[in-house]
């Protein structure tokens, strides 16, 4: 079992900077690969960005290719999302997910999920 607590979210204007922490309790953060998705209201649940377990690889969405970046501390066992350049439309629930799979950017492949940060850019 992990489990996934979500920090860093909040209010910020358009072109800001928020900084999202993910910290995992119970089993080693370093045997999973872990994903940040994303979900605004009447919306599915939308792939945001992976990192393998290692943290030497990582994939994003285009949406965010080059404004985001995500990193992880296994030592501290903490999972990181820097995004720069937010615009409005990055306006959404913030999740943290840990996965076995290869399949990173379906909702489906984790096993664990964070209760979510709010992030709300305004224009």
């Known amino acids: 079992q992990v489990q996934l607590v979500e920090s860093g979210g909040g209010l910020v204007q358009a072109g800001g900077s928020l900084r999202l922490s993910c910290a995992a309790s119970?089993?080693?953060?370093?045997?999973?690969?872990m994903g940040w998705f994303r979900q605004a209201p009447g919306k599915e649940r939308e792939f945001v960005t992976w990192?393998?377990?290692?943290?030497?690889?990582?994939y994003y969405a285009d949406s965010v290719k080059g404004r985001f970046t995500i990193s992880r501390d296994n030592a501290k066992n903490t999972v990181y999302l820097q995004m720069n350049s937010l615009r409005p439309e990055d306006t959404a629930v913030y999740y943290c997910a840990a996965s076995t799979s290869v399949l990173f950017t379906r909702p489906s492949s984790y096993d664990y999920w964070g209760q979510g940060t709010q992030v709300t850019v305004s224009p």
């Open positions: 119970g089993r080693t953060l370093s045997s999973y690969a």
């Open positions: 990192v393998s377990r290692t943290g030497i690889s990582s």
